[in-house]
């Protein structure tokens, strides 16, 4: 039986319309058909999934077309849900259920969004019967309520308003024009704290939405329980034009920010009749990889400096200006150069098949950062000894050692003492 189609369900959402449920791996292949998923749907899911292929800018398809027929799964991880059918793509972890692979990439999320979560909460992760969508919306949930429980963030509004007794300020210009008859009425001015600020419509539009979108009943107790404390809250026609402010008044909330833009940004409207076409919550592994690893080398590693993507050398100068920016993944005590890649390495080979253009990166790295150090890091995979440096080399003519290095993202506790002893091996 295809790996497919042991993880398919059918569930009945609002409406009692009948929906496929289908989770694949990266790269993996949903057949189209009586055998798998519809064709009506899986030409909504393709459409869906081309959108998104232009909004994350990523090198390969969401979703392609196979002949077979079929839809292949990208280098993407997330939720695809059109009307008929909801799609789930896990990342290509080895030696993990399908349960496993969540609680992994769960936790990458929470550690890239900065959501603290206990090693207890993901290990009950596994043994839900929740898609990714559930789980991540039963994290913002719980996190937001620990939040908001003691008390919404708040900002003070100008108000305008005639009254009978002084409150604030005068409105001269405005007391002329509209009361110059009438010293009952004064024209005040004055500034009053409110819930009703930018940064809680964004909360609560993804609130709202989540509400719509959650099928767990535990969720939607939550939700329900964060739309009554939201209830003074204006209602935002657009949430992600919305001018939030961050800074330190609300910065337990900067984090719940960014992952309530991110439920809100998955939402598709249909141009043809305003109706809900579908929604996606997507993240290209590429990109999630290299955060994780980041914020996680910044624990690993909490006494020394570690800073993420610098952009302050360049590759070549031309006079006083520097021209080819150059961006490190990682740059820890500005001597160990440590650049990412979702890729799986390969044990049959050589050179692990490691690409020439990564090394030729690193080596330019290596020269405009005087680093002494090279790291490129990949996930770890059963066809390859343990995690950890995989292969010690020299760049030529140099005292720079290039390191090729593994990480198994499923364990996150030997991967700390995994990243800590690659960095004391590098140094």
Known sequence: MNAWCANRARKRPPGNQLVSAFTVREWQELPIGESGVSLAAAQRLHALAERETRRLRVAQPVLSRTARPGLRAGQVVGVLSVPGANLEILPKIDGETDGGVRRSLTRMLAVAFGLPVAE????????????????????????????????????????????????????????LLRHATRADRLACTYDELSVDTPLNRVLSAAVRWL????????????????????????????????????????????????????????????????GKEGFTLLFAMNDLFEVYMGRSIQIALASRSVRLQRRDR??????????????????????????????????????????????????????????????????????????????????????????IATVDISRPNAMQTTLREIASAAA
């Open 211 to 274: 509400s719509g979108v959650t099928r767990i009943a535990a969720n939607g107790r939550k939700l329900g329980e964060l739309s009554a404390r939201f209830e003074s809250v204006g209602e935002s026609a657009d949430p992600l034009a919305e001018l939030v402010r961050l800074d330190r008044t609300n910065i337990t909330f900067h984090r719940l920010h960014a992952l309530a833009r991110l439920f809100l940004a998955g939402d598709w409207q249909s141009t043809m009749a305003g």
């Open 120 to 175: 207890r909460e993901t290990s009950s992760m596994a043994t839900q019967r929740e898609n990714l969508l559930e789980l991540l919306v039963r994290l913002f949930a719980d996190r937001l309520l620990v939040a908001v429980r003691r008390g919404l963030p708040l900002r003070y509004q100008r108000r305008e308003e005639e009254l009978s007794l002084l409150r604030g300020k005068l409105d001269i210009r405005r007391q």
């Open 314 to 403: 360049y590759a070549l100068e031309e006079g006083q200006l520097g021209r080819f920016r150059l961006k490190p993944d990682i740059v820890v005590d500005s001597d160990i150069v440590i650049d990412t890649k979702w890729k799986r390495l390969d044990p049959g080979k050589t050179n692990l098949g490691v690409v020439e253009s990564d090394i030729y990166q690193m080596l330019a790295y290596a020269r405009a950062y005087r680093a002494r150090h090279l790291v490129l890091l990949y996930p770890w995979h059963e066809a390859l000894p343990e995690a950890g440096i995989c292969r010690r080399w020299r760049v030529s003519g140099s005292c720079t050692t290039f390191n």
